[in-house]
């Protein structure tokens, strides 16, 4: 069963512009984790996010996560061509076990 | 960096044939899992190992079976493909709690069963 689920399905954004990606959940969780996938290619891990995180950077990107809302989002700013992937969130599944759930991604194009 | 090496990016195979799909880590990782992805359903579990020669069920495994006979090798076998089984395979490895660390993956297998 899906455990995260993505939004929106798809973005399109010029370069330069910042992209933000959207992940909600459906039961609690110990980590959220964010990937990206060029086409065609394997996933590629971008950051983790404990449940006790409010926001965690990395390089360019922004990630927060609302426990509450069970929510989580990942920006990226000041977009580039290259960031142009399909991005995933993943959340541990449910009663801890130690395996992940994908959601469905979202695919973002950046246009130059 | 750590590694994980898919045996083939591309292959094509027959109705009822017996399929291995192999992947290598390089890096002593404990857990390796294989997903399958299809367009409109995600990343699916088929099957993940913690520990040598053992393995444990995911979503779907039905018509897969995996051996894991060294920590570095976790091999995926479609018993007697069927056209419903092709798709992108990809395996992965993670060391560690879940809580710490993320998924190594490989670049992929696209198995196109004909």
């Given amino acids: ?112 | 960096d750590v590694k994980v090496t898919q045996s083939s990016r591309y292959l094509v195979k027959r109705t009822g044939e017996k399929v291995f799909l192999e992947c290598v880590q390089d890096m002593d990782h404990e857990n390796m899992f294989w997903y399958r992805q299809d367009p409109g359903l995600g990343l699916r579990l088929i099957y993940f190992s913690y520990d040598v020669k053992m393995k444990e069920k995911g979503d779907i495994p039905e018509g897969y079976s995996v051996s894991r006979e060294k920590k570095e090798r976790f091999s995926l076998i479609l018993e007697s493909a069927s056209t419903n089984q092709t798709s992108m395979y990809l395996c992965a490895s993670r060391t560690g709690a879940l809580t710490y660390y993320g998924y190594t993956f490989g670049s992929g297998t696209r198995l196109t069963v004909v």
């Fill in chain 1, 1 to 112: 069963s899906q455990q995260g689920e993505e939004d929106p399905q798809a973005l399109s954004i010029q370069e330069g512009e910042n992209a933000t990606m959207n992940c909600s959940y459906k039961t609690s969780i110990n980590n959220l984790q964010w990937y990206r996938q060029n086409s065609g290619r394997g996933l590629v891990h971008l950051i983790l996010i404990r449940s006790n995180e409010r926001e965690k950077h990395s390089g360019r990107l922004r990630v927060t996560l609302d426990t509450s809302k069970k929510s989580s989002s990942l920006l990226i700013t000041a977009s580039r061509a290259a960031d142009t992937a399909s991005y995933f969130c993943a959340t541990d599944a449910p009663q801890g076990a130690q395996k992940l759930v994908f959601g469905q991604g979202t695919r973002l194009t950046i246009n130059p």
